[in-house]
DNA sequence: CGGTCGTTTGAAGTGGTTCAAGCCTTGTGG
DNA sequence: CCACAAGGCTTGAACCACTTCAAACGACCG
């Protein structure tokens, strides 16, 4: 039986995987990352990631989902992205002006960087900051590809692109078997990352279902078909 | 009559208050930026901002415009953002890759920020890195109030959205006069960065102007009527 | 077993695209 | 100084992608 305040081992190694492919961290500095690891920060699904102090912290995602989102004045939501283990998010201070909130979708499990890292020795220090750093500039030149999505894409052309981009981010870590993996969301935050009603997100998941290119059903994506996606992002 | 190799006055007066106003440089630190400014890089309309490093570059406009974009393989463009003087932008080397280049729209002057403040003497440095640094941030966190645009607002609302944007940072820098300024792009232009067709840009160019919100033409826009703008953005 | 939330489908309406043509403005050369 | 070309702006008409509204169905939860 698994101890509740123990992380459990198979996502710690999950994450650690996703930012050592993403930054190119090497096997050392991945390996004394892992034993600094700690406190643990756990957040129920639906919690707000606000930062307590006024700065803005870093926080590197163990386990479970989360997005950045903006509610706006009339109610509607435009989500900016999702975020997965071995991610890491900015929490910022809740106030007016934020540009977004960091909100779980599933529990989720998470350090704070600057408190695991000044633990560290002096040498892996610079290293793992320097890992944290850019996973967080990486994450933030997805927005770019996200432009585009909204900008000049079609709505199955969205999801194809969409699709392609959390399947190949899930396969750095590990978390893609058989062109399969857990996304756990509705259709109604496909449509709010997407730009699109609920209704339309739905006939275009239909679309790519019967063309045999993937199919999403109560939050995991099945059937990949990757090459396939490609091209029907493009037109 | 006007040295060629000499700076015009005033145009870096409006970038060194552009750069104060957006991040709070003392006015101490304005002025030693302004006599550091040198050696200055001239671009004409339509060049390519690449850095020559292999890492990317951090410039200085002190006049002129550029955008952001990206051209699609089916020659389609998306516009990222507009850079005015005043804006720090980040010019990255040349390759596949790259999530964007810098292209300008009019001739440019900028300075290369690391080239400006290496000579700069000790005490300055810290806090002007500190300011460029911050200018950059400020104009990557716009790409989240672009994304909402993109998902969640209408052409005209789309269109009342940017001109806002433009007013107020051209305002902050001194260059709206009576509700006007000059915006040096074409209507195609307008379309790239708010995902719409060149025709429907014009309708909706039409719609704000028969309600006496704004007016755009031949590169300048005339007779903002800013409250009435944001009222059309919301709705 | 009923309630709630998410998914699915239909039908009607609308906002934006595309294609095509004409016009206006600016720059260039005779 | 005028003629002409080229690029940008403007408008109309037809079409299509996506939205909205409405209703039914399915899965999960107490």
Known sequence: ??????????????????????????????ESLRRLIGPIER???????SSIAPAPRLKWILSGWACEMRVLPD???QIFSFSA???????????????????TLTSVECVDVAQTLARAKDADRAELWRAMSLALTVAEERRYEEIIRLGRRSAVQRLADLLIELHD?????????????NLPI????????????????????????????????????????????E????N
């Not at 957040?43 to 990631?49: D, F, K, Q, T």
């Not at 981010?169 to 993996?181: K, Q, Y």
């Not at 009603?197 to 790519?208: F, W």
């Open 186 to 229: 509705t259709q109604e935050h496909i449509a709010d990352v997407l730009g699109l009603s609920v209704v339309h997100v739905n006939r275009s998941l239909k679309t790519l279902r019967l063309k045999n290119l993937a199919t999403f059903r109560f939050g995991r994506v099945s059937g990949i078909d990757r090459a396939g996606l």
């Open 169 to 181: 981010r899930l396969d750095r870590i590990g978390l893609v078997e058989n062109g399969s993996f």
């Open 75 to 77: 109610g509607r939501r």
């Open 43 to 49: 957040y129920p699904a639906g919690a707000v990631l």
């Open 1 to 30: 039986m698994q101890q509740p305040s123990a992380l459990h081992r198979t996502d710690a190694e999950h994450a650690l995987a996703g930012l050592a492919s993403v930054t190119g961290l090497s096997a050392a500095s991945a």
């Open 85 to 103: 283990p071995g991610d890491v998010v900015l929490s910022r201070p809740v106030n007016v002006s934020s540009p977004c909130s960091v909100v």
């Open 231 to 234: 091209k029907s992002r493009e």
